[in-house]
């Protein structure tokens, strides 16, 4: 995907990302597991320059002031808790990895997706921050 424009990017990882929250939303919510943890994860690096943090209300619920999101984290976030998923599903641990899923999907990871498909979004249809990419125009 290296070779791809941004603006390519952009639209592929606002599919990709809806089509994960989707799934995700699929999990059964009740699995009878084992204890598991997995540890050393590593997340990649995401290189996202000028469009990496936006600015958003944390709870929309609550009257607050905006916080900065950063995609690059909220990549990186999902990233872990699914990677970790797939550790306990290779491992042989299948209703491990379903309940890990679910539970940081609902708790951690799903909220990153939110917030990342919302901005993501703003820049797919170009009401957003420039996304040229382009180091020169920084």
């Known amino acids: 995907m290296a070779n791809v424009a941004p603006e390519q990017r952009v639209s592929e990882a606002v599919r990709l990302l809806s089509d994960l929250i989707s799934s995700a939303t699929e999990l059964p919510r009740h699995v009878d597991v084992t204890d598991a943890e997995v540890e050393g994860v590593k997340a990649p690096k995401f290189d996202l320059d000028a ?3 936006y600015y958003e209300v944390f709870d929309p619920f609550i009257r607050d002031e905006l916080v900065v999101g950063s995609l690059s984290d909220d990549l990186g976030d999902i990233y872990e808790d699914l990677r970790e998923g797939i550790d306990l599903l290779d491992s042989g641990h299948a209703c491990d990895a379903i309940w890990h899923w679910r539970f ?10 939110v917030d990342a498909l ?3 979004h703003r820049l797919d249809t170009g009401r957003g921050q420039d996304i040229s990419m382009d180091p020169k125009n920084k």
């Open 104 to 113: 940081h999907y609902d708790n951690h990871w799903g909220d990153h997706a």
């Open 118 to 120: 919302r901005a993501l």
């Open 51 to 53: 469009v990496d943090f």
